[in-house]
């Protein structure tokens, strides 16, 4: 069964970097919309980033102006996470959308932003 692998996660401080990476670990057709969600312990998951096949974009508000979705021709997604916040922990994951109605979850990376 085809799986998405989250990578790049770990602890920063505050003000730091990371980049996430989600690949499949097969082929997945037809792909339309890939995505970064995020949960912090007692909270739902949430939206952080989009990605359509186009390359149209898409932040929460929370985000935005700070993190960078993308993907490159080997259908990697990418998240680019700059200037963090403490309130930017949470497990990250990646959602494939295909044009089948079929989604895929990763099982998430730990970001943690702390001093």
């Known amino acids: 069964q085809v799986q998405l692998v989250e990578s790049g996660g770990g602890l920063v401080q505050p003000g730091g970097s990371l980049r996430l990476s989600c690949a499949a670990s097969g082929t997945i057709s037809s792909v339309i919309v890939m995505g970064w969600y995020r949960q912090a312990p007692g909270t739902q998951r949430e939206l952080v980033a989009v990605?359509?096949?186009?390359?149209?974009t898409n932040y929460a508000d929370a985000v935005n102006g700070r993190f960078t979705i993308s993907k490159d021709t080997k259908n990697t997604v990418y998240l680019q996470m700059n200037s963090l916040k403490p309130e930017d922990t949470a497990v990250y994951y990646c959602s494939w959308a295909t044009l089948f109605g079929r989604d895929y979850w990763g099982q998430g990376t730990q970001v943690t932003v702390s001093s």
């Open positions: 990605i359509n096949s186009g390359g149209s």
